[in-house]
């Protein structure tokens, strides 16, 4: 398999990297197109999903053998699939997983943690997560009211 060797100057890798598009698992892609080297990049996985759908879609190929000949599942092909209809091409850039933010710390919810420091400034962000269930049936992890209390700081 011709796939690059990654140097320690290799930009494109480290790009890569940064975004979350290194593909992890480069060898596994076996379209000829993507052995030769040059254009087509097995590390690049959004290139990789990218070839994967237009084999489907232009060349006719099922999807259970596109996805085995771009060393992807089928759930991976279908995702890609339903990202790239629904958004183009940036729907098949990798996204965070998991949830984006605080979101059981609502506004609400950070006023009621407010109010319990300004009467007792020593309280615990354990104290504080028993309070929040107990008052707003809401469980929330200490750890999430001290990373929300860190960021309010910053602020």
Do not use: C
């Amino acid at each position: 398999m011709a796939i690059p060797p990654v140097s320690k100057h290799d930009t494109k890798v480290e790009r890569l990297k940064q975004l979350g598009a290194l593909n992890p698992y480069p060898e596994r892609v076996r379209a000829a197109w993507f052995q030769t080297g040059g254009f087509f990049d097995p590390r690049d996985l959004v290139q990789v999903k990218y070839e994967m759908l237009r084999q489907v879609h232009i060349e006719g190929t099922s999807k259970a053998e596109a996805a085995a000949l771009f060393g992807v599942s089928r759930p991976t092909l279908y995702q890609a699939e339903s990202a790239f209809v629904g958004e183009g091409l940036a729907g098949l850039l990798p996204r965070r997983r998991g949830p984006k933010g605080a979101h059981k710390l609502t506004p609400e919810v950070m006023a009621f943690v407010e109010q319990r420091l300004a009467a007792d400034g020593q309280i615990h962000a354990r104290a504080l997560a028993r309070q929040i269930h107990a008052q707003l049936g809401l469980s929330v992890h200490p750890r999430s009211i001290e990373r929300a209390l860190a960021r309010k700081k910053k602020r």
